[in-house]
């Protein structure tokens, strides 16, 4: 199906558009609020917001599309769900993803920068060198979502928002935290694996780190003021009792 006709289609009442292929489709000013893409195969479309209007996908239903290497700059996805969806080397600058549901997804090498997934649930996702650093613009904001249980290895979350952020059970190996990322106000990294992460400079007041794993972490000026480290590994083997 060409976009053009799935515009019409959407503005004459049609919803589900469930496993379409839509490849390379354009669909930049778009408004498809609550629509079903489910298991559609939108790789390397172009979703970003438009000068004169915006993609709107909030409230879609995203499970299981193939979104890999797909533009989405400013585009609007709070609430949609994109369970076990494809977002390899996504590029999600600016969006919104407040409360979206993106639980066991792939999002390797996808880009976040300056983007607001405040209360978006990414358990268990597979988030292996996503980008979180901030815009130019913005910071990102990660502030109460759900990684728990996510892969964030060699993720890069330098200057993010993770304040209230639960990371429980999720992997941070050689991720990088550096440059006054937040993860303070009680953010959960209870049994995180942060082994070789670079935490210099990160602010960790008050985050739990119980049996956290920083064997090899860089805590150069890490404030860790009543940080939970009980069980933890430090950087040097040694166990915080």
């Known amino acids: 199906m060409e976009s053009d006709e799935l515009?019409?289609?959407y503005a004459a009442g049609e919803r589900d558009f469930s496993q379409l292929n839509l490849s390379r489709a354009s669909l930049?000013?778009?408004n498809l609020l609550n629509i079903n893409l489910s298991e559609a195969n939108l790789s390397y479309s172009d979703l970003r917001e438009a000068r004169l209007g915006q993609a709107k996908l909030a409230g879609a239903t995203l499970i299981g599309t193939n979104l890999s290497e797909t533009i989405l700059w400013g585009s609007d996805l709070s609430y949609a769900n994109l369970s076990q969806a494809q977002l390899r080397e996504a590029d999600l600058m600016g969006a919104k993803l407040i409360h979206a549901q993106i639980t066991d997804?792939?999002?390797i090498k996808a880009c976040f920068s300056g983007a607001n997934l405040t209360e978006a649930n990414l358990s268990r996702s597979?988030?292996?060198?996503a980008d979180f650093r901030p815009s130019s613009e913005q910071q990102t904001d990660l502030q109460l979502a759900d990684f728990s249980g996510?892969?964030?290895s060699y993720a890069h979350l330098s200057g993010a928002l993770l304040c209230g952020a639960n990371l429980e059970g999720a992997k941070l190996c050689r991720a990088t935290l550096e440059f006054r990322s937040d993860l303070s106000y009680e953010t959960n990294l209870t049994d995180a694996n942060l082994e070789g992460a670079d935490l210099s400079y990160a602010n960790l007041q008050g985050a739990n780190l119980a049996r956290a794993n920083l064997r090899g972490a860089d805590l150069t000026r890490t404030?860790?003021?009543d940080?939970?480290?009980q069980g933890a590994i430090m950087p040097d083997g040694?166990?915080?009792d």
Do not use: N, T
């Open 7 to 9: 515009i019409r289609q």
């Open 28 to 30: 930049r000013e778009a």
């Open 105 to 107: 997804a792939k999002l």
């Open 126 to 129: 597979l988030l292996f060198e």
């Open 150 to 152: 996510a892969d964030l």
């Open 223 to 225: 404030i860790l003021q």
């Open 227 to 229: 940080a939970k480290l």
């Open 238 to 240: 040694s166990i915080h």
